[in-house]
């Protein structure tokens, strides 16, 4: 933890208990230009609930803090699902890179980018992003489930009560028939391949060569600081690629500038420089040949890589870009970032929405961990998912014997008021009006969702200071100065 960090700064927005969900309902465009949405007999369904704050300047480590219980952030907007009453609840999944390796579907989107890179050659396949499109924001009108379509599509199959066997399993047992002949002891046998198989494994490093002069295309990868230079030179391209990307991709009419410029162009994270390392908000930019392919929002914390969107150009779809991205973005943190920090380990994918299949994905990058919305305590996704398909992916906690988390303690929680942040049992000492019903519930509605490291961050109240501004605070005694700094 650092030794000294600025105030980060909350405004209240409060609660949001009719917003559209975009992976349950999407927003569907009638003939008249109207919208549409599906209906269902839960009445959750289609509504998105969550807890929300306005964010003008925030810390990374701040943030960090806010990530580990349930939040995420949208622009300069702060935003925590309310599990329990929404329609898709929404767990915050992350990644130890230092124990990942890829699976083969993985290795075979690595294999074809580099044949493209190397050879100029398009996969002969497409091969499909694992759990569905990769690292979408939403699910789209071509997704309807096979129920839909009409009768005629749907075949009979005859179902077999054994299944295949797989050709592994027929290899392994023709090898131990063979050590029994010769007499061998078939488990030191067993342990001599498991050891050759160990040796031969290729790391993601291995998997991603560097480019050479003999390479039919270059792919660079720039990371550039969100509102730096290097971000201004190219944003008309890349929102150009965005725009693209929206309109072909999610069918979005209604994408525009202002929309790409509070979506990812603006961040509260102010660039804090630590470890050798700049902690902030970024947009790593795919460049092939020259042109902006794909862009990768993300933020760099003191313990992880927060990957916060991805859009690319469809045209180049073919790459399976999702995919390549999100292992670039893990390639990038074990070759670039642990050798700076060791603490920073971890790969943060977002929300994972097990009834959603285009959120499938992400579980295949093992192992990950998903987010107890009770304990705030982390378990291995394959657990976790047994306990979501026994209660049909309603809103599901697996605490098991942790207890509940504790928030912080409200009189601790800092406050703004005239221009100065108090605690707020400070302040409600000098001006007792400001101590009502409705701005307690407040400041404790903000302490148990921050949670009982969030002493850095201050709350700011209309209450507090549509107030203040014609009442002003009196001027305090230096003991009164001394105490609110050691708070």
């Known amino acids: 933890m650092p030794d000294q960090r600025l105030l980060s700064f909350v405004q209240w927005c409060g609660q949001v208990t009719d917003g559209r969900c975009g992976y349950c309902q999407p927003k ?30 925030f810390n990374p480590y701040d943030y960090q803090i806010l990530l580990d219980r349930g939040w ?37 989107v690595l294999r074809a980018a580099v044949d493209f890179l190397k050879n100029d050659n398009k996969p002969k396949r497409f091969v499909k992003e694992e759990g569905g499109q990769a690292r979408c924001a939403a699910s789209s009108a071509s997704d309807e489930p096979s129920a839909k379509r009409p009768p005629a599509a749907v075949k009979e199959r005859k179902v077999s009560t054994e299944g295949p066997r797989k050709k592994k399993l027929i290899r392994r047992e023709r090898a131990i028939k063979r050590w029994q002949e010769k007499g061998l002891d078939v488990a030191a046998e067993q342990e001599k391949r498991r050891q050759k198989e160990k040796s031969r494994e290729k790391t993601l490093a291995d998997l991603l060569p560097e480019w050479d002069e003999s390479w039919k295309h270059r792919l660079e990868v720039e990371t550039v600081l969100v509102g730096s230079e290097e971000y201004r030179a190219r944003e008309h391209e890349a929102y150009q690629v965005y ?3 929206q309109t072909t991709i999610h069918n979005d009419k209604r994408a525009s500038k202002s929309g ?63 995919t390549y991205t999100a292992l670039r973005e893990i390639d990038y943190i074990q070759r670039t970032l642990r050798t700076k920090s060791a603490e920073l380990k971890y790969y943060y994918m977002g929300y994972y929405i097990y009834t959603c299949p285009k959120m499938r994905y992400k579980a295949k990058f093992q192992p990950s961990e998903l987010l107890c919305d009770e304990s705030f305590t982390w378990k291995p996704v394959s657990e976790c998912e047994k306990l979501l398909a026994e209660n049909e992916g309603r809103f599901t906690t ?46 404790a509605k903000w302490a148990k969702l921050a949670g009982p490291l ?34």
């Open 243 to 245: 725009l693209k990307y």
């Open 28 to 57: 569907r465009e009638t003939s008249n230009g109207s919208d549409d949405s599906s209906t269902s007999g839960d009445e959750r369904q289609g509504k998105s609930c969550s807890f929300g704050m306005l964010a003008p300047w």
């Open 260 to 322: 790409f410029d509070n979506f990812l162009g603006s961040t509260p994270l102010r660039k804090e420089l630590r470890n050798g390392i700049t902690y902030g908000s970024f947009h790593q930019r795919y460049i092939l040949d020259g042109k902006i392919v794909a862009v990768g929002a993300i933020d760099i914390l003191p313990w992880c890589f927060s990957s916060k969107y991805l859009f690319y150009d469809p045209d180049f779809k073919f790459l399976t870009i999702g």
């Open 72 to 108: 995420r952030r949208s622009g300069t907007y702060l935003y925590k699902p309310t599990m329990d009453t929404t329609c898709c609840p929404q767990y915050t999944i992350r990644l130890d890179v230092t124990k990942f390796r890829p699976s083969r579907t993985q290795k075979r």
């Open 398 to 443: 697996w605490a098991g014997n942790a207890p509940p988390a504790t928030g912080l303690n409200p009189d601790e929680v800092p406050v703004y008021s005239s221009n100065m942040a108090y605690v707020w049992r400070v302040l409600r000492a000098q001006k007792p009006e400001f101590d009502t019903p409705e701005v307690n519930e407040k400041v």
């Open 454 to 487: 969030a002493d850095n961050i201050c709350l700011y109240l209309n209450e507090l200071n549509n107030r203040a501004r014609q009442e002003p605070v009196e001027e305090e005694s230096e003991e009164d100065d001394e105490e609110e700094e050691e708070a």
